[in-house]
């Protein structure tokens, strides 16, 4: 019999491609065992019997490592913990262990210290949309399976450091690089992995600390990399990169101490591919810069637009066959040479064999790519509730006059750039991005697009009080 839960649940949490909200509060307990049940429960309607549990280092992840273990194993869920790991090592371990049939890893990826949640897998496949929803509606009736599994650890690590070693090789010259772990997942495995590669590396803040304390590990913000900038500059480094919370998302700086986009870093690997694969399949999203998508066309390969979210990029990859996807934000995704999940560390490690084998510099490598203005993502909070409203509303206003893209949010072509506005999947804000020919059409461009938006939220706020 179906009984709803008395439980105040955070339905918010439960958005496209994770769940994820404030540990002490939306994730305390007894709410996380039933989440743990909810989640249990869903895995074996789908005749899944044994999973892969992972976590990273936030200070609430051994607590919820335990209650929702607790709320698995009553389910019948078998658990195979493989540790404090990069959440690219759940995906890995799901490619590795015959016996397991998806995956958990406790992570709220470059949130702030106090949020926390799950990515899963069902399968090899990160699971989105829909299926969120309904381990939501698990959660909510208080309908679980029963039954009593059990648990063992297991040891990744080495078996993961030998396998990118495998693939990528001794690089074929040396390279310094910088590697900012931001005190998160990376701070163990990237600088061993490419030190076992022959690079010479300097470690920032690659010590685990889940109160974050040196800087927030977003690489997509400015802010976050002065530290690798100036270490870059002051150790002559090829190149920096640093990493999100959990690790599956990359931000490199040139030897000059220049930010190389993601989008960027997509064209270099893309040409990579393409110069041994012709015709091949590339996807970008939707805040990704013309020039992608113009550079893929250019050598031959099939360039598709898709929506942002790691979870729909990878249903994507497979549904198209691509070989290489990648976002603004640095999440990468090879099935060229390897899973077709996006992992950081494996890409850092792709990047220092491309420059490597190149002889020459990151930025000597984009010298011929045109000269474009832009801005990186700029967020505008605002209400969870409203915050789709708020871009459909921006869909119809914007349809009437211009060229638009609605797969993700509403991209609008203007003659000398383009704007986007979506809606972030991970937190109660919107996302903007704006790219032109100048810095005056691209002033031009944002302020257009920029002074919607607030008239647009300024309206919704008074309708819906």
Avoid at 147 to 160: D, F, L, N, P, T
Wanted: hydrophobic share 35%.
């Amino acid at each position: 019999m179906q009984t709803k839960s008395s439980m105040k649940i955070n339905l918010e949490m439960f958005r496209e491609y994770d769940i994820r909200g404030i540990a002490e509060s939306d994730l305390a307990c007894p709410i996380s065992i039933a989440l743990g049940k909810a989640v249990g429960t869903y895995f074996r309607k789908r005749g899944i019997g044994t999973i892969v549990l992972g976590r990273d280092c936030r200070l609430s992840s051994e607590r919820l490592l335990l209650e929702l273990s607790d709320g698995l194993l009553s389910t019948g869920i078998n658990i195979v913990d493989i540790g404090i790991v990069p959440t690219p090592l759940v995906y890995y371990s799901l490619h590795q262990y015959d016996d397991v049939g998806g995956g958990v890893m406790i992570t709220a990826s470059h949130n702030p210290s106090e949020y926390n949640g799950l990515k899963i897998s069902c399968g090899t496949a990160s699971i989105h949309g829909e299926e969120i929803k309904k381990i939501a509606k698990l959660l909510e009736t208080d309908d679980f399976e029963k039954g009593e599994g059990k648990q063992e650890c297991r040891e990744v690590k080495k078996a993961y450091v030998d396998m990118i070693y495998e693939r990528i090789g001794k690089l074929s010259r040396p390279l310094r690089v910088v590697v900012d772990a931001g005190n998160g997942m990376a701070s163990e495995l990237a600088p061993k992995v490419y030190r076992e590669l022959g690079c010479e590396v300097t470690e920032l803040f690659c010590e685990l600390n889940g109160r974050f304390p040196n800087h927030h590990p977003d690489p997509t913000i400015k802010e976050n990399l002065s530290h690798l900038v100036a270490s870059v500059k002051r150790n002559k480094a090829d190149f920096g990169i640093a990493y999100d919370g959990d690790a599956d998302r990359l931000g490199v700086v040139d030897h000059e101490g220049r930010i190389v986009w993601g989008d960027e870093i997509m064209i270099l690997f893309s040409r990579e591919i393409l110069s041994r694969v012709p015709g091949a399949t590339i996807i970008g999203e939707v805040k990704c810069s013309n020039n992608l998508y113009r550079e893929v066309e250019k050598n031959g390969g099939k360039a598709i637009m898709w929506k942002a979210g790691h979870s729909l990029i990878k249903e994507k990859m497979r549904s198209s066959g691509a070989v290489l996807a990648g976002e603004m934000s640095g999440h990468i995704f090879f099935s060229d040479g390897f899973y077709g999940f996006d992992d950081a560390i494996f890409a850092g490690a792709r990047l220092l064999k491309l420059v490597a084998d190149s002889s020459h510099s990151i930025r000597w490598l984009l010298r011929d790519v045109p000269e474009i203005y832009n801005t990186p993502e700029i967020k505008i909070q605002t209400r969870e509730d409203l915050k789709f409203k708020i871009v459909q509303r921006l869909q119809v206003h914007f349809n009437k006059e211009y060229e638009t893209v609605t797969i993700d949010g509403v991209r609008i072509s203007f003659k000398h750039g383009w704007g986007l506005v979506r809606a972030s999947n991970t937190g109660p804000n919107l996302v903007l991005r704006f790219e032109a020919n100048s810095s005056k059409q691209l002033a031009r461009i944002r302020s257009l697009v920029e002074s919607k938006v607030m008239d647009v939220i300024s309206g919704m706020n008074q309708e819906c009080g």
